[in-house]
């Protein structure tokens, strides 16, 4: 059996304490008052991500010489963390804008592309999409209908992308393309696209159930041409990038989830001590009780299994079936979370006045996003059946 005790730490250290502290200050300060304001205007926080941008917190996993802040996975998931508590829609945005578009450039792109991309994305001056999901594509990754065809010293585009995040906002955006439709999924590239191209074509922005500050759009592509240069890696390398970029996005869902219940949690026992019922505070009935004590048991496991993660992550070890366990467990924690939390808050939780109204709609989109709860139990199997 594994010995955790020598295979990492959680103890954090007194940079990673300051980093959790900021944000949570930042978020309580900042974020907290308008939350329902972004909500229900679907409005993007441009502000708030360019501030963020200015803390360091855009481009948290870039190398400080790209103008990121250099840092790892568990910084990563700390913050990731504190904004959820807050406000999940916004910590969508950064853990899309950090996780997918930048961590591809900043992975898998060349050293001209990344002097090129990665100093205005890690500042937040620009936001990053990443479209690899298509209406007739979405756990099926590898059946993307998109083609890029090579001619002469560019690529033309042709196709669209479902459920874009930051289709609308972005600058930059990261396309998932087949450049050779005879070799499947070895056959799909990756390309960067600045926005105002020829024929991309910015499309619907959808109405969501929640998270709904975060922007999420149809994107198509109509004979857009792309530069030669603009290829990230070489051809056939783009459905392997996206996995290893997948890998560590499951990462930050997972810390998502770990916030936003902390936070439907925290709001549970604040509502819980003030509310009366019979003559007394309802946290004394033990019914209560037990729903706060099995809320807090599961976040503190999920907790400790995210920042475990991070650091196998952090220190190079292979995490693939660690980050869909995570993954997977953590996001259904907090749907659990979430729906006690609206229990506990009985008829008021079912208005918007109330904080968990909006935690049990942003909920829904953690065990749907980066990969279904049912994709990450089958990765889990099948890297079970691997050792077996």
């Not at 360091?56 to 913050?79: C, H, Q, R, S, T």
């Not at 955006?173 to 600045?194: C, H, M, P, R």
């Not at 109330?354 to 139990?377: H, W």
Request: hydrophobic content about 40%; overall charge neutral; aromatic content about 8%.
């Amino acid at each position: 059996m594994e010995n955790l005790s020598q295979s990492f730490s959680i103890q954090l250290s007194e940079s990673q304490q300051l980093i959790q502290s900021t944000v949570r200050d930042y978020a309580e300060k900042n974020i907290r008052p308008i939350v329902m304001d972004l909500d229900e205007q679907q409005k993007f926080p441009f502000e708030i991500m360019h501030e963020l941008g200015e803390m360091g917190f855009m481009g948290i996993l870039v190398p400080e010489k790209y103008g990121g802040a250099g840092l790892g996975y568990l910084e990563y998931a700390i913050v990731i963390e504190e904004l959820a508590k807050v406000d999940p829609s916004i910590a969508l945005s950064v853990a899309a804008h950090n996780g997918l578009c930048t961590s591809h450039i900043n992975l898998f792109a060349n050293e001209i592309q990344k002097e090129k991309y990665l100093p205005s994305l890690s500042t937040g001056k620009k936001i990053g999409a990443w479209g690899l999901t298509e209406a007739w594509s979405g756990s099926d990754a590898a059946s993307l209908k998109t083609t890029a065809e090579k001619i002469n010293n560019y690529y033309l585009l042709n196709g669209s992308k479902q459920f874009t995040t930051h289709g609308t906002v972005g600058k930059v955006t990261v396309v998932l393309a087949i450049t050779d439709k005879s070799k499947n999924a070895k056959g799909i590239s990756a390309f960067i696209l600045d926005k105002g191209l020829k024929g991309f074509i910015i499309g619907k922005k959808e109405n969501k159930l929640g998270m709904r500050a975060s922007d999420t759009t149809q994107l198509t592509f109509d004979n857009c041409e792309v530069a030669e240069e603009n290829l990230i890696g070489i051809e056939g390398e783009g459905f392997k990038q996206a996995m290893k970029v997948l890998e560590g996005g499951r990462i930050s869902i997972a810390a998502l989830s770990v916030g936003l219940a902390q936070g439907a949690l925290n709001a549970s026992v604040k509502y819980s001590s003030d509310r009366k019922q019979f003559g007394k505070s309802i946290n004394s009935f033990q019914s209560i009780q037990f729903k706060l004590a099995n809320m807090a048991t599961e976040i503190e496991a999920a907790r400790l299994m995210t920042y475990k993660t991070a650091i196998k992550k952090d220190n190079g070890e292979a995490i693939t079936k660690d980050a869909a366990i995570t993954k997977l467990f953590a996001s259904e924690v907090a749907e659990r979370t979430a729906n006690e939390a609206v229990q506990i808050f009985g008829g008021y939780g079912f208005i918007k006045d109330y904080p968990v109204e909006k935690f049990y709609r942003d909920v829904k989109l953690l065990t749907i996003g980066e990969g279904t709860s049912e994709i990450q139990r089958i990765v889990i199997a099948r890297e079970l059946l691997k050792e077996d």
